[in-house]
């Protein structure tokens, strides 16, 4: 795609700003297959993807269905060829509900991770660039929140305004931004010191452009990596939300799975309820966990750092 | 130079007491915005009209917004946190016990993960991008990726239910009776259903500590002084355990405060898994009761902690650093 013969009139600046973002995510990607850790991760990611996609094609049954062999309801079935997770305590589906879930888990992460990213890396670029008092006031927010406890917030909220998968996920991004928007903060104060953004400064470029075209590419890695843990993060605060009950009441979630096994104290002997959504949540974090550091290993090549 | 910790120490702590004061204010709006009479929030649904309104009085309820607020700070800081509905006792004493239960574990799993963790990361820095490394890594990212309650179901599951070696939840067995109240926290039987809880909480709490130690490690031992220790021809176990792993633990330390502030925000989850009567469990159980003054005083509390923490952190690096102060 050549962006000089787009269809679309671009103004000067924005063409300027699709190719530093264009080739810093082209030279990501050529790295990126480089590395086998990196593919594997992106495999799991994949699997799960599709399987969320595929989900109405995959499940042999209704995730609610009850089911009764002659009057007999299937309560707590080990493996077999009809349920190759076995049921539940409900007589249902283990498997069906598994699949069903990974549509939770995925889409809970990518909206809340999303969110978090917008919204804190606007606030950290707007409070790092201008710095003085909209710093002040901004950074004082993100202070307030670190002294939030996480979970507890998110509980509060859930059950004052309803347990639904949209309230779940606007209470999570209430206070998960803190992090973003510090660490993308300490990140421009530094760059706007830089030469380069003087230099932008000098021939006269607007606050907008500079943050646009100058500073904003350059974080694209530290967002990047940000946002993969934020994404990890939210899967696991979903899981637990709905581990204690309060979890999205339309669908099941294989936190909701979880719950189940555990109130119902199937946990002493249906260890092929219990495996499944765990080992599943375990994994896609960890999927995320690996392609954050990958990003880093890309852009900061000396270190091979892990961090969270 | 001292001068400035202090004036920086004092910083700090003005802004821990403005977000306590703004999460006590966040509290007293989100508690009176609920659905429903406003008096629900201090007084049971099911006392005598005559009753009600005397409470109300007592707590304000029948005063305009602005008075009540005031009457809510003044409480809070006196701590006068009200009375429970569920058990009809005053609100701090029922928290203090739970305060203890709740430190009890957490504390001794972040101390044990930030020793063991420090320890394993140094180790696995000292293997670097050996396959020990790449695999004790990876070991420790999966324990921080599995959902601690899940974690812990596993292991009720094999240990409680399956081998029977350990209680499946609880803080006491039901026959315990403590003389004392060291008693209740030094005895065997406190010990034998600490073992679980505390084993799972310092596993998923372990990874923090032991990727930082080994990020930090990596960095300090690519410096001149180690290379200055080599060729004054120290050995390897000193040149890493002495030299490196002591600058390199610092910036660790400061991750531990953040950290204990930090687990007690999981509580909820964690204290849900083990039964374990602390404040997570029931800042959740009052929530869900709809204990309002209860729910309120022990989330504030936990936010409390938390902030306390956060600068606890915050003066342990100055103390570590001074150029802390300088920068900020």
Redesign the interface.
Same mark, same amino acid.
């Given at each position: 795609m050549n962006l000089e013969t787009l269809p679309i009139e671009l103004s000067q600046t924005r063409r300027a700003a699709l190719r530093r973002y264009r080739q810093s995510a082209t030279e990501l990607f050529v790295a990126f297959r480089g590395q086998r850790s990196a593919m594997l991760a992106a495999g799991i990611l994949a699997f799960f993807v599709l399987l969320g996609i595929l989900a109405p094609v995959i499940a042999p049954y209704d995730p609610t269905r009850t089911f009764v062999v002659d009057g007999q309801a299937q309560r707590l079935q080990p493996p077999s060829m009809a349920h190759p997770f076995g049921t539940t305590s409900l007589s249902r589906d283990v498997f069906s509900q598994w699949v069903y879930g990974s549509r939770v888990s995925l889409l809970v992460g990518l909206v809340s991770g999303l969110a978090v990213m917008t919204l804190g890396t606007t606030v950290g670029v707007v409070a790092g660039y201008y710095k003085g008092n909209v710093d002040l006031a901004l950074m004082r927010i993100v202070d307030t929140l670190y002294g939030v406890p996480a979970t507890p917030f998110i509980l509060l909220l859930v059950l004052f305004f309803g347990t639904s998968l949209v309230n779940i996920v606007l209470a999570m991004v209430l206070i998960l931004w803190r992090t973003m928007a510090r660490v993308i903060r300490s990140e421009t104060l530094s760059l706007a010191e830089q030469p380069f953004v003087k230099a932008a400064r000098a021939t006269g470029a607007s606050d907008r452009r500079i943050m646009a075209v100058h500073i904003l590419p350059n974080l694209l890695p530290l967002i990047m990596i940000e946002t993969t843990i934020i994404i990890a993060f939210s899967i696991t605060l979903e899981a637990g939300i709905s581990f204690l009950g309060l979890g999205a009441t339309e669908v099941t979630s294989w936190g909701t799975m979880l719950e189940l096994t555990f109130s119902s104290g199937a946990i002493r002997s249906a260890w092929w309820w219990v495996l499944p959504p765990g080992i599943s949540i375990t994994l896609l974090v960890l999927s995320f966990f690996y392609l954050s550091r990958i990003v880093e290993e890309i852009t900061n090549p000396e270190t091979g750092r892990f961090d969270l | 130079m001292s001068r400035q910790r202090r004036r920086y120490l004092l910083k700090r702590l003005a802004? $821990?007491l *403005? $977000? #306590?004061w =703004? =999460?006590a204010t966040f509290l007293f709006l /989100?508690f009176r915005l609920?659905p429903g009479d406003p008096t629900t929030a201090v007084i049971a649904p099911e006392m005598s009209a005559s009753a009600r309104e005397e409470l109300a009085a007592q707590y304000g309820l029948n005063q305009p917004l602005h008075v009540q607020y005031v009457l809510f700070m003044r409480n809070l800081v006196t701590g006068n946190l009200g009375v429970s509905f569920q058990f009809s006792e005053p609100v701090s004493d029922l928290i203090v016990a739970k305060l203890v239960n709740t430190l009890a574990l957490t504390a001794t799993s972040v101390v044990l993960a930030y020793t063991i963790g420090s320890m394993l990361g140094a180790f696995l820095a000292s293997k670097r991008?050996t396959s020990i490394d790449i695999y004790g890594?990876g070991l420790t990212?999966?324990m921080?990726?599995?959902?601690v %309650?899940?974690?812990g &179901?596993?292991a +009720? &599951?094999l240990f409680s %239910?399956r081998l029977g070696w350990v209680p499946s939840g609880g803080i006491h067995s039901v026959t315990f009776v403590a003389d004392s109240f060291w008693d209740g926290y030094l005895s065997v039987d406190f010990l034998y259903h600490l073992v679980l809880p505390v084993t799972v909480t310092t596993l998923y709490f372990l $990874?923090?500590p032991a990727?930082?130690m080994?990020?930090n490690m +990596?960095?300090v031992l690519d410096q001149d002084f180690i290379e200055m220790s080599r060729a004054a021809g120290l050995s390897r176990f000193s040149i890493l355990y002495r030299h490196a792993a002591r600058n390199a633990l610092l910036p660790v330390l400061h991750y531990a405060a953040v950290s204990l502030g930090f687990a *007690? !925000? !999981?509580s909820? =989850?964690i204290e849900? =898994?083990f039964s374990w009567p602390g404040l !997570?469990k029931m800042? %959740?159980d009052a929530? #869900?009761a709809q204990d309002f003054p209860l /729910?309120q005083s022990t %989330?504030f509390l936990? /936010?409390t902690v938390? +902030?306390f923490m956060?600068f606890l952190a915050d003066a342990l690096s100055v103390y570590v650093d001074p150029r802390a102060a300088v920068t900020e």
């Amino acid at each position: 795609m050549n962006l000089e013969t787009l269809p679309i009139e671009l103004s000067q600046t924005r063409r300027a700003a699709l190719r530093r973002y264009r080739q810093s995510a082209t030279e990501l990607f050529v790295a990126f297959r480089g590395q086998r850790s990196a593919m594997l991760a992106a495999g799991i990611l994949a699997f799960f993807v599709l399987l969320g996609i595929l989900a109405p094609v995959i499940a042999p049954y209704d995730p609610t269905r009850t089911f009764v062999v002659d009057g007999q309801a299937q309560r707590l079935q080990p493996p077999s060829m009809a349920h190759p997770f076995g049921t539940t305590s409900l007589s249902r589906d283990v498997f069906s509900q598994w699949v069903y879930g990974s549509r939770v888990s995925l889409l809970v992460g990518l909206v809340s991770g999303l969110a978090v990213m917008t919204l804190g890396t606007t606030v950290g670029v707007v409070a790092g660039y201008y710095k003085g008092n909209v710093d002040l006031a901004l950074m004082r927010i993100v202070d307030t929140l670190y002294g939030v406890p996480a979970t507890p917030f998110i509980l509060l909220l859930v059950l004052f305004f309803g347990t639904s998968l949209v309230n779940i996920v606007l209470a999570m991004v209430l206070i998960l931004w803190r992090t973003m928007a510090r660490v993308i903060r300490s990140e421009t104060l530094s760059l706007a010191e830089q030469p380069f953004v003087k230099a932008a400064r000098a021939t006269g470029a607007s606050d907008r452009r500079i943050m646009a075209v100058h500073i904003l590419p350059n974080l694209l890695p530290l967002i990047m990596i940000e946002t993969t843990i934020i994404i990890a993060f939210s899967i696991t605060l979903e899981a637990g939300i709905s581990f204690l009950g309060l979890g999205a009441t339309e669908v099941t979630s294989w936190g909701t799975m979880l719950e189940l096994t555990f109130s119902s104290g199937a946990i002493r002997s249906a260890w092929w309820w219990v495996l499944p959504p765990g080992i599943s949540i375990t994994l896609l974090v960890l999927s995320f966990f690996y392609l954050s550091r990958i990003v880093e290993e890309i852009t900061n090549p000396e270190t091979g750092r892990f961090d969270l | 130079m001292s001068r400035q910790r202090r004036r920086y120490l004092l910083k700090r702590l003005a802004l $821990s007491l *403005f $977000s #306590l004061w =703004v =999460v006590a204010t966040f509290l007293f709006l /989100a508690f009176r915005l609920l659905p429903g009479d406003p008096t629900t929030a201090v007084i049971a649904p099911e006392m005598s009209a005559s009753a009600r309104e005397e409470l109300a009085a007592q707590y304000g309820l029948n005063q305009p917004l602005h008075v009540q607020y005031v009457l809510f700070m003044r409480n809070l800081v006196t701590g006068n946190l009200g009375v429970s509905f569920q058990f009809s006792e005053p609100v701090s004493d029922l928290i203090v016990a739970k305060l203890v239960n709740t430190l009890a574990l957490t504390a001794t799993s972040v101390v044990l993960a930030y020793t063991i963790g420090s320890m394993l990361g140094a180790f696995l820095a000292s293997k670097r991008n050996t396959s020990i490394d790449i695999y004790g890594t990876g070991l420790t990212l999966v324990m921080y990726a599995a959902p601690v %309650f899940w974690t812990g &179901m596993l292991a +009720i &599951m094999l240990f409680s %239910f399956r081998l029977g070696w350990v209680p499946s939840g609880g803080i006491h067995s039901v026959t315990f009776v403590a003389d004392s109240f060291w008693d209740g926290y030094l005895s065997v039987d406190f010990l034998y259903h600490l073992v679980l809880p505390v084993t799972v909480t310092t596993l998923y709490f372990l $990874s923090v500590p032991a990727l930082t130690m080994r990020n930090n490690m +990596i960095d300090v031992l690519d410096q001149d002084f180690i290379e200055m220790s080599r060729a004054a021809g120290l050995s390897r176990f000193s040149i890493l355990y002495r030299h490196a792993a002591r600058n390199a633990l610092l910036p660790v330390l400061h991750y531990a405060a953040v950290s204990l502030g930090f687990a *007690f !925000g !999981g509580s909820v =989850v964690i204290e849900t =898994v083990f039964s374990w009567p602390g404040l !997570g469990k029931m800042m %959740f159980d009052a929530t #869900l009761a709809q204990d309002f003054p209860l /729910a309120q005083s022990t %989330f504030f509390l936990l /936010a409390t902690v938390i +902030i306390f923490m956060n600068f606890l952190a915050d003066a342990l690096s100055v103390y570590v650093d001074p150029r802390a102060a300088v920068t900020e």
